[in-house]
């Protein structure tokens, strides 16, 4: 038996091992292997079964770490199909879609043995740096120390020396199952058997618990085991370990109390349409285009109903963590805990891989989450649900690039099952399939219970100014508006997608500019922190109090982030309960359901924070929305700037008036007449879709074009301005060719607006067509030849940011 093996490394093969006879039951497609690779030994994932392999020389594996598989071939055929379209190996792309801290890990580990004479300078930095470290170290602490350059040459000259011992040491996985004891009453005692006081208080305890108890339940008796230990030899009871898989817990009732309504026409014809394609069994995809509040989450739940009735599965994506919380408290109201999966980062490593096995077994039926969720081992999938569908958010930009978005409608395609794409501001990509792939397009247009649209009033920041000259952080009108708010007893959201203090500190006598050592960027100022930090790379220093070019003590700051704005409510409203919920308040575990759960009980009056407060939520007692800055996403250099920002005030503004009383929305603006803003304020897709499809068609833009980002990084400035280079020269001739000549244009190489993250210098070619079997082949061919020593070239096929 031989099977083939993906692993998590760069190259894009597959490899092949020979399975020992005694092992042979336990393979299966989907199971992980330890595996020997070169020296060490790795992790790999069983992708195939076979009988005969041309090679001679295969190895054997050298273990099977599950009893169960990870995936079925169902999944294996999405998961290859995302790997190929995203130009990843699927050795990394199941590294990145199975639950992360289950490898176990091959560690090169150095031990000193000696000292000697006659040594180049870097051996005897090596000596020095283990002469700390008795027992020796792991390869990537000397990496850290030394850097890599000629590290491992070096170390093997030493160990042939006698000087060093260098070993592989394995270290199992971070994240296992649990087990859990439970006992078992299997007797009464005969009435003379001599038992200690402890192992008759242990007997009643388990009967007072029906006869059979959890160990750990049984908190009352003061180090329970012996006495049960004792009790199990006289056999009075049974001990035994039993499975348990962890969950995220089901957060208490955010919002409003999830109470079924009587459907309106609208939506009744939308449910109509759904359960026509569930009940068809074959590929449906839907456009559910509601304006905000218009009950589509009530939709999708009923289809919800309608599919678990017929025996199917579902997932149910959303773009953000933050939205989770409401949508499982509204779930579960609905459905029993027990068939609803999460599936996020927001949860921890060991919860995730308990909830990966429950989906796996069939015991969920409900899978809730954010974008990995679309990979989920869901058997027999009927219906997915992707909501807010046209945010940025379903797109991954690190590691493996990928639209969840997108994969959903793959994946509903391959399954032939129902997929519902729902927005009130449905990406321009969208409704552009809708029209030329034949998607269903179901609307509804009205609010809930006929309520009505917030108010929105522009107001034009130019004509803000203080005594100083100096633009307010808030408008007159947003300051009245606040205070009516809260006279009335409601509540105020007030959205600036900028977090921290300041967010750019200079020297007033030098103009000095404090910047990230890793990152082209200025660094914000975190007031409460007293630091500096870089919002890229989390690179941070202590506010300095002097100016480290000059020595002046003149340092100044302008700008404005949610901490500094949330600060500024406080000073206006002394008496009102202010809340901030942006990435600095919410990187506790559990910190999003505390925030919404206590808006959603009244507990606060202003809710300042970032994008993560502008989706998906239903308050009924938010009636004022304010909008800080609607600037920021509109000067993005980025050709969907103007269709980020109508969609981001309009989601915002529809979190007002969701309840009994009518909704007010100010919006904050520099350029009051840009057609987003003024379509904005007319609650006008229609009229935005048209002005923004024409701009696109003029330019060839998406969605009349398709594109892919290269993106070539390195730590050397000059090397990746080379290296770019070349790749660009490659790509002008490759593009003359027969094959692609006059189909495809390339833009570039150009040095990315953010020219250095992370420490890394970064340069960009954009390649652009309309056919996306063309462009895919054109880039292979580019990367087959691609010349960059010392630099790395990522793929970002279908890209959402420039930057």
């Not at 803000?464 to 959201?493: C, F, M, N, W």
Request: glycine residues 8%.
């Amino acid at each position: 038996m031989f099977i083939e093996v993906a692993i998590n490394i760069p190259a894009d093969k597959i490899f092949t091992y020979a399975v020992p006879v005694e092992l042979r039951d336990e393979v299966s497609l989907g199971k992980r292997v330890l595996i020997p690779f070169g020296k060490r030994s790795l992790t790999g994932v069983i992708i195939g079964v076979r009988r005969s392999t041309d090679r001679s020389d295969t190895r054997e594996i050298l273990r099977v770490m599950d009893r169960e598989p990870f995936f079925g071939e169902e999944d294996l055929r999405f998961y290859r199909w995302a790997a190929d379209y995203y130009f990843t190996p699927l050795g990394r792309a199941l590294g990145e879609i199975l639950p992360a801290g289950i490898d176990i890990e091959s560690r090169l580990w150095v031990t000193k043995h000696g000292e000697a004479a006659n040594l180049v300078s870097l051996q005897k930095r090596i000596l020095d740096s283990l002469d700390g470290c008795p027992s020796g170290a792991p390869l990537r602490k000397l990496e850290k120390k030394i850097g890599r350059g000629n590290l491992l040459t070096e170390l093997r000259k030493l160990e042939s020396r006698g000087l060093l011992l260098i070993e592989e040491r394995l270290k199992p996985p971070s994240v296992r199952g649990k087990k859990e004891r439970i006992v078992t009453l299997l007797d009464a005692p005969p009435e003379r058997m001599r038992m200690s006081d402890r192992q008759r208080e242990a007997l009643l305890a388990i009967t007072a618990q029906g006869g059979r108890a959890r160990v750990a339940d049984l908190s009352e008796i003061e180090d329970p085991m012996p006495a049960l230990r004792a009790l199990e030899r006289k056999g009075l009871v049974r001990i035994e370990e039993k499975e348990i898989l962890r969950t995220p817990g089901t957060p208490g009732i955010i919002g409003r109390p999830d109470i079924p309504l009587q459907l309106n026409p609208e939506q009744e014809i939308a449910l109509h349409a759904i359960r026509k394609g569930i009940s068809s069994e074959t590929f449906s995809p839907c456009l559910l285009h509601g304006v905000t509040g218009s009950g589509k989450t009530e939709v999708y739940i009923r289809a919800i109903i309608e599919t678990l009735d017929r025996g199917g599965r579902v997932i149910y994506l959303v773009p953000e963590i933050a939205l989770t919380p409401q949508l499982i408290s509204r779930l579960a109201s609905r459905f029993p805990a027990g068939e609803i999966a999460v599936l996020h980062s927001g949860i921890g490593p060991a919860v995730k891989f308990d909830q990966w096995r429950k989906i796996r077994r069939g015991e969920a039926k409900i899978v809730v989450g954010a974008r990995s969720a679309v990979f989920a081992p869901v058997e027999n999938l009927r219906l997915i649900v992707v909501d807010e569908e046209h945010d940025a958010s379903y797109k991954q930009d690190e590691r493996m690039p990928y639209n969840a978005r997108d994969l959903a409608v793959v994946r509903a395609k391959q399954q032939g099952a129902v997929v519902v794409l729902g927005s009130a501001t449905p990406g321009l990509q969208t409704c552009y399939n809708t029209l030329e792939k034949e998607f269903a397009y179901l609307t509804l247009t009205k609010r809930v219970e006929d309520r009505k649209f917030p108010h929105v009033e522009v107001v034009d920041m130019k004509n803000e100014r203080d005594s100083y000259g100096r633009v307010r952080p808030l408008s007159r009108l947003l300051v009245e508006q606040i205070g009516h708010t809260l006279d009335a007893k409601k509540q105020t959201l007030l959205f600036l997608n900028r977090r921290g203090f300041d967010t750019y500190h200079y020297c007033g006598n030098c103009a000095h500019v404090f910047r990230c050592l890793n990152c082209a960027v200025s660094l914000t100022h975190h007031f409460r922190e007293g630091a500096l930090r870089c919002h890229y790379c989390d690179f941070s220093i202590k506010a300095p109090p002097l100016c480290p070019d000059c020595g002046g003590n003149r340092i100044l700051s302008y700008g404005l982030g949610t901490e500094k704005l949330a600060m500024e409510v406080e000073r206006l409203f002394p008496q009102a309960r202010v809340a901030r919920m942006d990435s600095d308040t919410t990187s506790a575990r559990g910190s999003h359901e505390r925030i919404l759960l206590a808006l959603g009980q009244g507990e606060i009056d202003i809710l300042v924070g970032t994008q993560m407060i502008t989706k998906g939520h239903d308050f009924p007692d938010v009636t004022l929305v304010g909008v800080v800055s609607a600037d920021t996403t509109l000067n993005m250099p980025d050709f969907r700037a103007a269709e980020r920002t109508f969609q981001l005030l309009t989601q915002v503004s529809g979190r007002g008036g969701r309840g009994e009383t009518p909704g007010t929305v100010v919006i904050q603006t520099l350029n009051p007449g840009h057609y987003a803003i003024q379509r904005t304020r007319g609650h006008d897709f229609t009229g935005f879709y048209e002005d923004e499809i024409a701009l696109r068609k003029d330019l060839g833009y998406p969605p009349f074009s398709r594109m892919i980002n290269l993106i070539i990084s390195g730590t050397e400035k000059e090397r990746v301005e080379k290296a770019a280079a070349r790749l660009g020269q490659r790509a002008a001739q490759l593009i003359s060719s027969v094959d692609f000549k006059g189909r495809l244009s390339v833009i570039g190489p150009m040095e990315a607006p953010l020219a250095k993250v992370r420490g890394r210098h970064r340069w960009q070619i954009l390649i652009r067509g309309k056919r996306v079997r063309a462009l895919h082949s054109f880039v292979r061919q580019l990367m087959e030849g691609a010349d960059v020593p010392g630099c790395e070239i990522r793929v970002d096929v279908d890209p959402m940011n420039f930057m």
